[in-house]
């Protein structure tokens, strides 16, 4: 029987790389106007570059590209990149659909939920409560918390612990089969794979169930506990 829902959050219940790739373009455009002679092309692509190899939270972005194309910051440039991120990041910050549909369902049919992000915990709780969900979370572990990031087992243990769940009676809702997904299924979990927020081309998930929209999880668990009775 599934008592609990772990759920990711990032391209799981929020279409994280939509927001992300809106604020960065949203910066370039500001760093430009306020005087940065680079295309805009070859700026974002110089952001993501570093996002890439350095992290996607990374919070010093746009002063590690302005020390490397420049060697120095000029803080014009730098607080213009910074205020159109954070106004843009604010606008497209948006739930894939149906996600408060089924969060609410699964509240209504006794199901306890949790998350299991690798973002900073201030990262994680900002996106949370910035898109209203912060009502359903039971615990909410984060990579400040154990200090280990999927596919690791202690993000798993930690929140089954937090929520005295054993690993078979919970299922992991994410879209990284690498972490999401391989590493609930080696700490015995049940694992659905959020195919609508791929971002890798992964061809083949190694998730017990495929959801094509986030309502689908609602079904799965009701179809799952039938069989349990």
């Known amino acids: 029987m599934i008592k609990a829902v772990i759920f990711d959050i990032d391209n799981t219940l929020m279409d994280f790389m939509r927001m992300k ?19 805009k092309k ?25 020390t490397k194309e420049f060697g120095q910051i000029d803080y014009r440039i730098l607080a213009a990149g910074i205020i159109g991120y ?14 408060n549909m089924a969060l609410t369902d699964l509240l209504k049919s006794g199901v306890r939920m949790g998350v299991v992000s ?33 596919p690791s087992p202690k993000p798993f243990k930690k929140v089954l612990e937090l929520m005295n769940v ?9 879209d990284w089969a690498e972490r999401d997904v391989k590493g609930a299924k080696a700490f015995g979990m049940k694992t659905a794979w959020a195919k ?15 959801l094509d929209d986030i309502y689908d999880i609602v079904g799965i668990i009701r179809r799952d506990n039938e069989k349990g009775h």
């Open 21 to 39: 790739r809106a604020a960065v373009d949203a910066a370039a455009d500001a760093m430009i106007d306020a005087g940065l002679a680079m295309p």
């Open 42 to 66: 070859e700026l974002v692509e110089k952001i993501f570059k570093i996002y890439w190899a350095e992290g996607i939270e990374d919070q010093n972005i746009f002063d590690k590209v302005l």
């Open 86 to 99: 954070k106004r843009a990041k604010a606008g497209h910050m948006t739930l894939y659909p149906h996600v």
């Open 118 to 150: 690798d973002a900073p915990r201030l990262s994680v709780w900002m996106r949370i409560v910035g898109l209203g969900l912060h009502h359903y979370f039971e615990h909410v572990v984060t990579f400040d918390d154990t200090g280990e990031k999927k």
């Open 166 to 174: 054993a690993p078979a009676e919970a299922i992991m809702v994410g």
């Open 196 to 210: 609508y927020g791929n971002e890798f081309d992964t061809p083949v998930s190694g998730a017990d169930y495929e």
